[in-house]
Nanobody
Framework: QVQLVESGGGLVQAGGSLRLSCAAS????????MGWFRQAPGKEREFVAT???????YYADSVKGRFTISRDGAKNTVYLQMNSLKPEDTAVYYC????????????????WGQGTQVTVSS
C-alpha cells in the first residue's frame, strides 16, 4: 500500500523555523518526483516546492530563499526546511509524489499525504 506521512508541523513565531518530513512507503520512490503544497483556510491548494529524482528543485516565488526541499533516498524521506517564517505561511502542508519529472500543479501528482498544520504567529 502506497503511503505518504507528513510530520513536523506546529506553532512557531514569525521569523522562526520548522522542518517538515514526509516518509514514503509502499514502493521504490527513487524515480519519483516529490512535492510540497499548502492550503490555507478558504484558499486553494498551492505549490510550494518540488524535487526530482535527480535532485533538481523548483520553488514558489513566495518561499524562494526561505524554504529548502531535500530528499534522503536511503530513508525514502523528503524534507522541507522552512526558515524566516511569516504569518502568511500558515497553512496545512501536504506532501505529494508523482512518476517521472517535477511539476508544480496539484493535478500532476498521483499520491498525497494527509497533511500537517503549520501555524505562524505574529
Amino acid at each position: 500500500q502506497v503511503q505518504l506521512v507528513e510530520s513536523g508541523g506546529g506553532l512557531v513565531q514569525a521569523g522562526g523555523s520548522l522542518r517538515l518530513s514526509c516518509a514514503a512507503s509502499g514502493r521504490t520512490w527513487s524515480t519519483y518526483a516529490m512535492g510540497w503544497f499548502r492550503q490555507a483556510p478558504g484558499k486553494e491548494r498551492e505549490f510550494v516546492a518540488t524535487i526530482g529524482w535527480s535532485s533538481i528543485t523548483y520553488y514558489a516565488d513566495s518561499v524562494k530563499g526561505r524554504f529548502t526541499i531535500s530528499r534522503d533516498g536511503a530513508k525514502n524521506t523528503v524534507y522541507l526546511q522552512m526558515n524566516s517564517l511569516k504569518p502568511e505561511d500558515t497553512a496545512v502542508y501536504y506532501c505529494a509524489a508523482k512518476r517521472s519529472g517535477v511539476a508544480i500543479t496539484t493535478t500532476a501528482y498521483d499520491y498525497w499525504g494527509q497533511g500537517t498544520q503549520v501555524t505562524v504567529s505574529s
